[in-house]
């Protein structure tokens, strides 16, 4: 088998990418295929983080018209938690050992997204999910994971915007 091309690897996973052929949620099926995609990933070795965006739940953006911008878009980073939290659960259904970092407190639920710990965790094998984007209103999950593919010093960030279901 050959070596990766990359060691370290973040994978923008847009909330869409979840949804199949449903209009709204997470679909059972497409999110196991893209845990076992993860799965194989992690298996050849590579360092994987994961931002997960929160568009199949909610998105702020497009409801800001009819209420507070800055709740909007807190409330599209919970969104992402819920995302997170569920390909943790199914990841770590298949095998694969997952932390969940939250931007935004959540202890009871989440770690706190803190730099060296994620970095030691992806040292470890782990897969790290980035959750709650930057933690700040007005900035995108992709922005979230540009912040993140720096911060993890990741040979290369990939986006997934829409996974066929």
């Not at 199914?90 to 969940?100: A, C």
């Given at each position: 088998?050959?070596?990766?091309?990359y060691?370290?690897v973040?994978?923008?996973?847009?909330?869409?990418?979840?949804?199949?052929?449903?209009?709204?949620?997470?679909?059972?099926?497409?999110?196991?295929?893209v845990a076992?995609e993860i799965?194989?990933?992690?298996?050849l070795?590579?360092?994987?983080?994961i931002v997960?965006?929160?568009?199949?739940?909610?998105?702020g953006v497009e409801v800001?018209?009819?209420m507070?911008r800055i709740?909007a878009?807190?409330?599209g980073?919970?969104?992402t938690?819920?995302?997170?939290?569920?390909l943790?659960?199914?990841?770590?259904?298949i095998g694969v050992d997952?932390?969940?970092?939250?931007a935004?407190?959540?202890k009871?639920?989440?770690?706190?997204?803190?730099?060296?710990?994620a970095?030691?965790?992806?040292?470890?094998?782990?897969?790290?999910?980035f959750?709650a984007?930057?933690?700040n209103?007005?900035?995108?999950t992709d922005?979230?994971?540009?912040?993140r593919a720096?911060?993890?010093e990741?040979?290369?960030?990939?986006?997934?915007?829409?996974v066929?279901g």
């Amino acid at each position: 088998m050959d070596k990766p091309v990359y060691k370290r690897v973040l994978l923008k996973l847009s909330g869409e990418a979840l949804l199949g052929k449903t209009s709204f949620g997470i679909c059972p099926d497409v999110i196991g295929a893209v845990a076992e995609e993860i799965k194989e990933v992690v298996i050849l070795g590579v360092q994987l983080g994961i931002v997960v965006g929160g568009g199949n739940i909610f998105r702020g953006v497009e409801v800001a018209r009819n209420m507070d911008r800055i709740s909007a878009d807190y409330m599209g980073m919970l969104a992402t938690v819920i995302n997170s939290l569920a390909l943790q659960s199914v990841l770590e259904n298949i095998g694969v050992d997952t932390r969940v970092q939250s931007a935004i407190e959540m202890k009871e639920i989440a770690e706190p997204y803190i730099r060296r710990r994620a970095l030691r965790h992806l040292e470890k094998g782990r897969v790290v999910v980035f959750a709650a984007g930057t933690g700040n209103p007005y900035f995108t999950t992709d922005t979230a994971a540009s912040l993140r593919a720096v911060e993890m010093e990741a040979g290369v960030l990939i986006k997934a915007t829409r996974v066929d279901g």
